[in-house]
């Protein structure tokens, strides 16, 4: 099992800058995969960015991309959203996922954190 906690959310005017964390713990990591997803008022969960711990590979929803960035710290066990240029648009609650395999839907990781909320002001 693994055990995700996130931090960092807050209130941010557009085009501000922000970094979530999300601490993880539990045994052989290095099998996960890591998440960001997204969850706005009335709407679904979105994905956001992975990545791969044992390889560091990242991937970005193309929503987010060349804004947002995934990183992890293998060290402190810690996982990162950088997001720069932040919009209104980007206004949800972020949520760290971690599972053994890697999809785009939510529904299939198995593990998450409590979430963050991140609002964006205009």
């Known amino acids: 099992q693994v055990q995700l906690v996130e931090s960092g959310g807050g209130l941010v005017q557009a085009g501000e800058s922000l970094r979530l964390s999300c601490a993880a713990s539990g045994r052989t990591l290095s099998r996960y995969y890591f998440g960001w997803f997204r969850q706005a008022p009335g709407k679904e969960r979105e994905f956001v960015a992975r990545?791969?711990?044992?390889?560091?590979?990242?991937w970005h929803a193309d929503s987010v991309k060349g804004r947002f960035t995934i990183s992890r710290d293998n060290a402190k066990n810690m996982v990162y959203l950088q997001m720069n240029i932040l919009k209104p648009e980007d206004t949800a609650v972020y949520y760290c996922?971690?599972?053994?395999?890697?999809?785009?839907?939510?529904?299939?990781?198995?593990?998450w954190g409590q979430g963050t909320q991140v609002t964006v002001s205009s």
């Open positions: 996922a971690a599972d053994t395999s890697f999809s785009t839907y939510s529904t299939v990781w198995r593990y």
């Open positions: 990545i791969t711990w044992s390889s560091g590979s990242t």
